[in-house]
């Protein structure tokens, strides 16, 4: 006689492995983007994906070395990170030597006024790009990082390697333009 043997205590794992979604949620692939945001703006990963060129106009300005997508990171406006009060003191003191050109962004984040002020010359090339009121392809966003800020420019609609970066200034009073018709004619 042979025996039969007793198959009902096995269970299906002790003949096919334990199989476990590799899914994330949600909240774990934002939490993962954070991260490698603030990775690319720590370590400057994007200042080798920009060039600088000299046009006769414009004088300096940006050209992306590389493509990029609609909403992708491109650089972070960098410079000294200030309160609206300190930033037009320091204007103020920019505007007494004509030499000294104005590269202070002014914007509010949660009802506070800031300023990130690019004036200083830096290897740094947000600094660098070009505005139009007509034709950008960049847009500010501010970025906080457990209330360290950051001002950064990300793409606007999909742009194309060589293509020149531009974005918005924004500052639209009558004496601004008045000195600087350019900002809503190009």
Same mark, same amino acid.
């Given at each position: 006689?042979?025996?039969?043997?007793?198959?009902?205590?096995?269970?299906?794992?002790? /003949?096919?492995?334990? $199989?476990?979604?590799? +899914?994330?949620?949600?909240?774990?692939?934002?939490? %993962? &983007?954070? *991260?490698?945001?603030?990775? !690319?703006?720590?370590?400057?990963?994007?200042?080798?994906?920009?060039?600088?060129?000299?046009? @006769?106009?414009?004088?300096?300005?940006? $050209?992306?070395?590389?493509?990029?997508?609609?909403?992708?990171?491109?650089?972070?406006?960098?410079?000294?990170?200030?309160?609206?009060?300190? !930033?037009?003191?320091?204007?103020? &003191?920019? !505007?007494?030597?004509?030499?000294?050109?104005?590269?202070? #962004? /002014?914007?509010?984040?949660?009802?506070?006024?800031?300023?990130?002020?690019?004036?200083? =010359?830096? %290897?740094?090339?947000? +600094?660098?790009?070009?505005?139009?009121?007509?034709?950008?392809?960049?847009?500010?966003?501010?970025?906080?990082?457990?209330? =360290?800020?950051?001002?950064?420019?990300?793409?606007?609609?999909?742009?194309?390697? !060589?293509? =020149?970066?531009? *974005?918005? #200034?924004?500052?639209?009073?009558? @004496?601004?333009?008045?000195?600087?018709?350019?900002?809503?004619?190009?």
């Amino acid at each position: 006689r042979k025996a039969v043997q007793d198959v009902s205590n096995h269970k299906i794992t002790d /003949f096919f492995p334990v $199989r476990r979604s590799s +899914r994330k949620t949600g909240k774990q692939l934002e939490e %993962e &983007e954070k *991260y490698a945001l603030r990775d !690319a703006i720590h370590n400057l990963t994007n200042e080798a994906l920009l060039e600088v060129y000299i046009d @006769e106009k414009k004088g300096r300005g940006i $050209r992306a070395a590389k493509s990029f997508v609609k909403n992708e990171f491109v650089i972070e406006y960098k410079g000294d990170m200030m309160d609206y009060n300190s !930033a037009k003191l320091r204007e103020e &003191e920019y !505007a007494k030597d004509p030499t000294i050109g104005s590269y202070m #962004y /002014f914007f509010k984040y949660k009802s506070k006024r800031w300023c990130v002020d690019a004036t200083r =010359e830096s %290897e740094f090339k947000g +600094r660098l790009i070009n505005h139009s009121a007509l034709r950008p392809n960049l847009r500010t966003k501010v970025v906080d990082f457990d209330g =360290e800020l950051h001002l950064i420019l990300v793409a606007k609609r999909d742009i194309d390697e !060589a293509e =020149e970066l531009l *974005y918005d #200034y924004g500052d639209r009073t009558p @004496e601004t333009v008045a000195r600087n018709p350019w900002l809503v004619n190009s």
